[in-house]
């Protein structure tokens, strides 16, 4: 069992790795970006990434306080739905209503791998192998895709 500063530690050992690892990496527009807090531009929407001591998880994330609004963003994503799944060469799983940790509602759609822990330094190339292709891909269908979450901004 870890103490909370070796969570802390061991959390930020990795999400650093790992932006170091993708520094050299451009985006799908030929720009600089922070792939390990990537911003959409559109506000309550976020592709994030996240591992724990069982698993490890990217998403899109929808988190409007207002239902309605959160419901639309996902029917656009659904609308899209063939193309981003072509872009990721895989189906993710789509949740239209989600409970976050918090107990808070959202969208998400997401891809998970299991029993893999961000605590084992050995697990940590299969947790960037998952991680890299797929925020990679991510980029590349929002390259494209943005623009029809213009209404959203």
């Known amino acids: 069992m870890y103490?909370?500063?070796e969570v802390k530690k061991l959390k930020e050992?990795?999400?650093t790795t790992f932006g170091q690892?993708?520094?050299g990496i451009t985006s799908s527009d030929s720009e600089k970006i922070n792939w390990v807090n990537y911003k959409t531009g559109i506000k309550q929407l976020y592709f994030r990434m996240n591992?724990?001591?069982k698993s490890a998880i990217i998403m899109i994330e929808m988190t409007h306080p207002d239902q309605g609004?959160?419901?639309?963003l996902y029917a656009q994503f659904e609308e899209l739905r063939p193309?981003?799944?072509d872009?990721?060469?895989?189906?993710w799983e789509w949740y239209p209503e989600h409970h976050d940790d918090y107990g808070k509602q959202t969208a998400?759609?997401?891809c998970t791998l299991d029993k893999v822990s961000i605590f084992k330094k050995e697990d940590w190339p299969k947790l960037i192998s998952f991680l890299k292709p797929r925020i990679i891909a991510l980029d590349e269908f929002w390259s494209t895709a943005k623009y029809a979450f213009d209404i959203f901004k």
């Not at 872009?87 to 189906?91: K, Q």
Request: net charge negative; aromatic share 12%; hydrophobic share 50%.
């Open 13 to 15: 050992e990795f999400w």
């Open 83 to 85: 193309i981003l799944h």
């Open 108 to 110: 998400r759609i997401a």
């Open 87 to 91: 872009t990721l060469g895989e189906e």
């Open 51 to 53: 591992a724990s001591n």
């Open 69 to 72: 609004i959160q419901a639309l």
């Open 3 to 5: 103490s909370r500063e």
């Open 21 to 23: 690892y993708m520094a």
